[in-house]
């Protein structure tokens, strides 16, 4: 089958994460979240501010390029924010009824507040989804 290039507007990634129920009990949840299709050079200075943000809490100093040149800053002060912004639905979330459940900013919070855990899984997503696949060896 070829292969046609054409510009997708979102990003898909299956999120997944195991939680306890007050009983103690574990349970699985699982929904593919939707991301905002941004360019490799977007991800990539993400990934860099990323980085220069945690080196420079460690160090003091920010990296520095091999040309010299310090990366761009991280512009998020929190993770929701983050999150928020990069996130723009989802699919297979349900209400306690089983109707879908449109996504909207509001919902994210209250998902987040309710499921602190699912936190990470969402921020990763979406350099996951931009990232493809990794096949198993």
């Known amino acids: ?23 103690g009990e574990k349970s699985q949840i699982e929904f593919i979240g939707i991301y905002v299709r941004d360019s490799i050079k977007t991800v990539d200075d993400l990934r860099l501010a990323l980085a220069n943000k945690n080196y420079q809490a460690r160090v ?3 990296l520095k390029r091999p040309d010299g040149s310090t990366p761009p800053e991280w512009s998020y002060d929190t993770d929701f924010a983050f999150i928020s912004d990069k996130l723009v639905g989802w699919k297979d979330v349900k209400s306690a009824d089983g109707a879908d ?19 990470i899984p969402l921020f990763g997503g979406y350099f996951d989804a931009h990232q493809g696949i990794r096949e198993k060896n």
């Open 1 to 23: 089958m070829s292969f046609v290039p054409a510009r997708r507007a979102v990003a898909t990634y299956p999120i997944k994460a195991t939680v306890y129920d007050e009983n």
């Open 101 to 119: 459940l449109p996504y909207s900013a509001e919902r994210l919070k209250t998902m987040l507040d309710d499921y602190p855990e699912l936190a």
């Open 60 to 62: 003091g100093e920010p």
